[in-house]
């Protein structure tokens, strides 16, 4: 059985899922290394939930720093079929 249904990458400034339920940590290595952070389980609204905060809570591993095939990967062990990625966006350009 599966450890989570669903998956969910929190970007800048979502580090937390509210009214996740049930909330247990779980550290993940995988052949491509380390996620970001330890994987976030729990119920959300009856279904089996992982959250893993893209940057690592408190923003600490920049963009480029990212390890992106560690993060799916761990997703992949958990059983997670279906994956949800909420991100802040901008630009250096002044005229956007």
Avoid at 11 to 17: F, K, M, N, V, W
Avoid at 40 to 56: C, D, Q, S, T, Y
Avoid at 64 to 80: D, M, P, Q, S
Wanted: glycine share 14%; aromatic share 8%; net charge positive.
């Amino acid at each position: 059985m599966s450890q989570a249904e669903i998956g969910i990458i929190g970007g800048s400034g979502l580090y937390d899922i509210p009214g996740l339920e049930e909330k247990r940590e779980r550290q993940i290595d995988t052949p491509f290394g380390s996620p970001s952070d330890a994987y976030i389980l729990g119920r959300l609204e009856g279904r089996r939930v992982a959250f893993l905060a893209r940057h690592g809570r408190g923003h600490r591993i920049l963009p480029t720093e990212l390890n992106f095939r560690a993060n799916i990967y761990g997703f992949k062990l958990l059983g997670v079929k279906r994956l949800l990625s909420a991100s802040a966006v901008g630009s250096l350009k002044l005229e956007h």
